[in-house]
C-alpha cells in the first residue's frame, strides 16, 4: 500500500463520507488513490479558500470534521484564508497539502511554499509527514486534535514521495496518546457549586451564549438551565441560532452591532454568565467597564479564554455540555428574576416590533429578512456573508430551530455560499438559504459551478446596493471624508450570472409586492436567485 | 518584570517556531532563549526570559499550554530557581595586561578557554547578575568578542520543572 492509499484508508477509518478539493501536480497520487473509493465524495471547488469554507458548512452542520485536499504553492496559499476562517470560529477541520518531494524541501523549487509554516499562527496544529509509515498515526491525531477540545482546523501536509512511498503495513491506531494534548471535560465541582450560589443570589443574571455552545452540542442544555432558573439569554454572532426569536428568554445578540435589548441587559445584569463565548471586542465593546459593574461567570473549554478579555470571579473549564448537565444534576436555584424578565421583555417587544423605513422602489433588508424568516422551514440553515446584509440577518432575520452559519471571528467575505454549499452536502435535505451583498457574492459566486454541477438547491437572496455598504456606511461618518472606492460599478447583470449557470432569478424592488416574491422564490423547485432592490444610503442603525 | 518560563516540548522540527511566533504575534521581545535535549531524547526544555507584566505572561503561559507539542509550562519566579548562563569574552591581551586579566578570572571563577599572543578567551558559567559584572570587569581591556548562551533554569529543590 502507498502513501497515498494509506491516506484515503484512514480518512475512511474517520467515517468521512465527504471531500471538498482542488487537485494539482504534488497530490494527484492521493487523489489517484481516492477514485478507487466512490464512497467518499468529492466536491471540485473553483478556488481552493472555498474548499475550507465548504469543509466548514459540511462541518458545522453534520458535527464531524470537514475535510479538504488541495495542491502544493498556490492550491496551499488559496487556502490559507479558509483556514484562518475555520480557526477564528473553531471549527473542526483537517486540511490535507500535497508537497514537493521531500529532499527538495527547502530549495524553493516549482510550487514550493511552507505552508506548515505559514499557518501555524492559525491553524490548531500541523503536519509535514516525512515517512509514510507515519500517515495512518498522523491522521488518527489529526481527526483526534481537530474534534476535541476547543476544535480547529489542522493541517497535514504530504510530500509527494511520501504519498508514493510503500508502507510496510496499514494498521490504523485506535487510540491516540499524545501528552501535551489533554483537553479538560469535566468541570470543577467546588467551582460549580459556587456558580450556582451565585445564582441563587443573583437578582438580574444573563446568560451569554456563543458558538461554543454550538461546538459541544449543548443547545438542549442552555435552554434547559436557562427555563430551569429563569435567566434570560443573549448571544453573540456565532450563538445566534441558539434559541428562537420568539423564545420569551430570548434578549437577542449582542455587541456593536447587535440588539439594543441585548446590549441594554448586559450593562444591567447583576452577574454575568458567559457559556462558549469570548467576549471579544466585536460583541462586547467595553469589556473593563461591564466588569466593575459585575461578577462574572466563565464557562469555556478553552482555559486560554478565560482572563484573556475579561476577568472571570468564578472560571470553569470543559466541555460547555458536560458542565451544563454537571449544573442541572445539582438542581441550580430558580433566579427571582420576575421584575428583571418583564424590564428586558418590553425592550425586546419594542425592538421586535420595530418600524423599518419605506422607499419607493427599494426593498429594505430588515423587512425582507422578517418576513422571509416568518416564511422558512422550522430547521432551514441560513448563511450569510459580511457587511450590512450579515448584521441585518443577525439583529432581525426571526429564528426558529434551524441554524445561523456565518464567518464571525474573521469576517471572512464570499463565505456564504460556499458554506451553504458544505452544508448542503451534509443536510440535503434541508431547506438552504444564503443572504448576501452584491460585494460578497462577487467574491464566491464562481462557485455556483458546484451548486449546478451537483444540482443542489440553494435559494440565494442578494441584497444589491451597489456598494460595499457596510464600507460606505464606515465611510459616510467621522472621521472620515466621505465614500471612496466602494462603488461596485462594473458589476455584471446578476440574473444572467445565475442563468449563465442554469439558475433563474427573481427581483424585489417593492414591498407591497413582496411577499408574492418570497412565496414564488422559497416555491421554486431547485437553486434560485433573488436580487432585492436597496438604496445604497441603507444604514444598519435605521 | 523578569520572568523566566520553562517549558517542556517535544523535540521535533517546527516546535520552536510555533513558540515563538506566540510571542512576536503579540509583539513582544524575547530577552533569552535557550533550546537543549532533556535525559528523555524526545522532550527538550525551552528556557525562554521576557520582560513584562503578569497578565501578559499569565496569557502566554495559556497559549504555550495550547500548543500540542508542548508538554508542561512554568512560570518561574526569581526565588524558586537556578538560572545559569555561560558567556565566552574574547578580550585583547598583551604580556603587559594578561596578569591583570587572569586576577579578575580568579576572583570570578571563569576560565580561560584559549590563548594568543593578543588575546584571550574566557568561560563563565553564573547567573546573568555576575556575567554581567565580569564583563563589566573587562570591559577596559577591550573586549573583540562576546557570545551568551542564554539562561537555562531548574526548580529548586525536588520539583522537576
Ligand atoms: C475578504 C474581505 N475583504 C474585505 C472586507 C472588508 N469589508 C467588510 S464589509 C465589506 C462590504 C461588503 O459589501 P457587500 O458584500 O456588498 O455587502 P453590504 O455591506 O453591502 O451588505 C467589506 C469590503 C472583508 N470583511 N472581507
Not at chain 1, 420 to 445: E, H, L
Not at chain 1, 458 to 480: D, E, H, M, S, W
Not at chain 2, 59 to 68: A, D, G, P
Request: charged share 20%; glycine share 8%.
Amino acid at each position: 500500500m502507498t502513501g497515498a492509499q494509506a491516506l484515503i484508508q484512514s480518512l475512511l477509518c474517520e467515517q468521512v463520507d465527504h471531500i471538498f478539493g482542488y487537485a494539482g501536480a504534488t497530490i494527484c497520487p492521493a487523489v489517484d488513490a481516492l477514485k478507487e473509493h466512490p464512497e467518499i465524495g468529492y466536491t471540485l471547488v473553483r478556488t481552493e479558500q472555498n474548499a475550507g469554507h465548504m469543509a466548514s458548512g459540511y462541518a458545522r452542520i453534520s458535527g464531524k470534521v470537514g475535510v479538504c485536499m488541495v495542491t502544493s504553492g498556490p492550491g496551499a496559499t488559496n487556502l490559507i484564508t479558509g483556514i484562518a476562517t475555520a480557526f477564528m470560529d473553531s471549527i473542526p477541520m483537517v486540511a490535507i497539502t500535497g508537497q514537493v518531494p521531500s529532499h527538495l524541501l527547502g530549495r524553493d523549487i516549482f510550487q514550493e511554499v511552507d505552508i506548515t509554516g505559514a499557518v501555524a499562527p492559525f491553524s490548531k496544529h500541523s503536519y509535514l509527514v516525512k515517512d509514510a509509515n507515519d500517515i495512518p498515526r498522523v491522521v488518527k491525531e489529526s481527526f483526534h486534535i481537530a474534534a476535541t477540545g476547543r476544535p480547529g482546523p489542522v493541517l497535514i501536509d504530504v510530500p509527494i514521495d511520501v504519498q508514493n512511498q510503500e508502507l510496510k503495513r496499514f494498521e490504523y491506531p485506535e487510540t491516540v496518546n499524545i501528552r501535551g494534548y489533554k483537553p479538560s471535560v469535566k468541570g470543577n465541582e467546588l467551582q460549580i457549586k459556587r456558580v450556582i450560589e451565585a445564582i441563587s443570589n443573583a437578582k438580574q443574571p444573563l446568560i451569554c451564549a456563543g458558538g461554543g455552545v454550538w461546538l459541544a452540542g449543548a443547545q438542549a442544555e442552555l435552554l434547559e438551565l436557562a427555563e430551569r432558573c429563569a435567566i434570560p439569554v443573549v448571544k453573540t454572532m456565532m450563538g445566534i441560532s441558539l434559541m428562537p426569536t420568539d423564545h420569551p428568554l430570548n434578549m437577542g445578540m449582542i455587541g456593536a452591532h447587535g440588539n439594543a435589548c441585548a446590549n441594554k441587559a448586559l450593562v444591567k445584569s447583576d452577574l454575568l454568565i458567559m457559556v462558549g463565548a469570548r467576549a471579544a471586542d466585536r460583541a462586547i465593546i467595553n469589556p473593563a467597564e461591564i466588569q466593575r459593574r459585575m461578577p462574572m461567570i466563565h464557562i469555556d473549554v478553552d482555559p486560554a479564554e478565560i482572563g484573556k478579555n475579561m476577568q472571570a470571579q468564578i472560571p470553569l473549564v470543559g466541555n460547555v455540555k458536560v458542565i451544563l448537565r454537571q449544573m442541572l444534576d445539582k438542581d441550580p436555584p430558580v433566579a427571582d428574576s420576575a421584575e428583571w424578565l418583564d424590564f428586558l421583555g418590553d425592550y425586546r417587544r419594542a425592538e421586535l416590533n420595530r418600524q423599518f423605513p419605506r422607499r419607493e422602489g427599494y426593498v429594505f433588508p430588515g423587512t425582507v429578512l422578517r418576513r422571509l424568516g416568518r416564511k422558512l422551514d422550522e430547521d432551514a440553515i441560513v448563511s450569510v456573508d459580511v457587511g450590512q446584509n450579515q448584521i441585518f440577518t443577525c439583529k432581525y432575520l426571526p429564528q426558529k430551530h434551524g441554524r445561523l452559519l456565518t464567518s464571525g471571528g474573521l469576517g471572512t467575505m464570499g463565505y456564504a455560499l460556499p458554506a451553504a454549499i458544505g452544508a448542503k452536502v451534509a443536510a440535503p435535505d434541508k431547506q438552504n438559504i444564503v443572504v448576501c451583498g452584491d460585494g460578497s457574492f462577487q467574491m464566491d459566486m464562481n462557485e455556483l459551478a458546484a451548486v449546478r454541477h451537483a444540482g443542489m438547491d440553494i435559494k440565494i437572496v442578494l441584497f444589491r446596493n451597489r456598494v460595499l455598504g457596510l464600507v460606505n456606511q464606515i465611510q459616510r461618518a467621522a472621521p472620515y471624508h466621505g465614500p471612496f472606492g466602494v462603488d461596485l460599478d462594473g458589476s455584471p447583470d446578476f440574473a444572467a450570472i445565475a442563468a449563465a449557470y442554469g439558475i433563474p432569478s427573481l427581483t424585489a424592488d417593492d414591498e407591497d409586492s413582496l411577499d408574492g416574491v418570497l412565496d414564488q422564490f422559497l416555491a421554486h423547485e431547485g437553486s434560485c436567485l433573488l436580487i432585492c432592490e436597496v438604496h445604497p444610503d441603507v444604514n444598519t442603525t435605521d | 518584570m523578569k520572568q523566566t518560563i520553562s517549558v517542556l516540548v517535544e523535540n521535533r522540527a517546527g516546535v520552536l517556531n510555533r513558540i515563538t511566533n506566540l510571542f512576536s504575534r503579540r509583539a513582544f521581545n524575547i530577552e533569552s532563549l535557550a533550546v537543549g535535549t532533556t535525559d528523555d531524547p524526545t522532550i527538550s526544555r525551552i528556557t525562554i526570559i521576557v520582560d513584562s507584566g503578569n497578565s501578559v505572561v499569565e496569557q502566554v503561559e495559556k497559549q504555550l499550554n495550547k500548543l500540542v507539542d508542548v508538554i508542561k509550562v512554568r512560570t518561574l519566579d526569581e526565588n524558586s530557581l537556578i538560572g545559569r548562563e555561560l558567556v565566552l569574552i574574547k578580550v585583547n591581551a598583551t604580556p603587559k595586561t594578561r596578569q591583570d586579566i587572569m586576577t579578575i578570572c580568579e576572583l570570578m571563577g571563569a576560565r580561560v578557554a584559549d590563548i594568543s599572543p593578543t588575546s584571550l578567551t574566557l568561560e563563565l558559567s553564573d547567573t546573568p547578575d555576575r556575567i554581567e559584572v565580569f564583563e563589566d570587569m573587562l570591559r577596559p581591556f577591550s573586549i573583540k568578542a562576546l557570545a551568551r548562551t542564554g539562561v537555562i533554569a531548574l526548580q529548586k529543590g525536588s520539583g522537576n520543572i
